[in-house]
Every structure is written in C-alpha cells, then in structure tokens.
C-alpha cells in the first residue's frame, strides 16, 4: 500500500522555524523525484521546492529561496523540509509530492500556521 505521510507541522511565530518530513512507504522511494507543495485558503496549490531522485538537483519558488531547504535521504524513504525565517505568508497546508514517469503519489498534507 503507496503512502506518504508529512509531519512536522504546527503554529510558530514569525522568524520561527519547522522541519517538515515525508515518510514514503509501499514504493521505491529512490526511483521518484520530490516535491513540496503548500496550498493556502482561497489560493491554488503552489509548487514550493523540488528535489531530484538522487537528491543532487534542487529548485525552489522564488518566494522560498534562501530561506527553505529540500533534502531527502533515501536510506530513510524520508524528505524534508526545513522551513526557516517562516512568515505569515507561509501559513498554508504543506503536501508532499512524489513523481516518477507516469506515476504521482500525495501525501495527506500538514498545516502550517506563522501568526504571532
């Protein structure tokens, strides 16, 4: 059985930080490219980083850069966002995304909230 769970999620104030990961189950994690997305209310689901099957290549939403990171360890089955310099606009609902050929998986998502 495919699944993909985030965790990591939860309310921080601004400047804070959060690590989210994606734990990948039931498919070989190691075949498939990687994405976060983040979608928040009244908002279309945005693409935030991505990070090749081999974890050598790396993008990431102009919004984003320099301030989150993508990694993966696939010894793990397990990715990861570290989220820092967070601010409100990054309140949104984080899912996990993986890619192969023909092939995606989702995650369920996890709720980010950066209010004081």
């Known amino acids: 059985q495919v699944q993909l769970v985030e965790s990591g999620g939860g309310l921080v104030q601004p400047g804070g930080s959060l690590r989210l990961s994606c734990a990948a189950s039931?498919?070989?994690?190691?075949?498939?490219?990687m994405s976060w997305y983040r979608q928040a209310p009244g908002k279309e689901r945005e693409l935030v980083a991505s990070i090749s099957s081999n974890g050598r290549s790396t993008n990431y939403t102009d919004s984003v850069k320099g301030r989150f990171t993508i990694s993966r360890d696939n010894a793990k089955n397990t990715g990861y966002l570290q989220m820092n310099s967070l601010k409100p606009d990054d309140t949104a609902v984080y899912y996990c995304?993986?890619?192969?050929?023909?092939?995606?998986?989702w995650g369920q998502g996890t709720q980010v909230t950066v209010s004081s």
């Open positions: 039931g498919f070989t994690f190691s075949y498939y490219g």
């Open positions: 995304n993986c890619n192969y050929l023909f092939s995606q998986y």
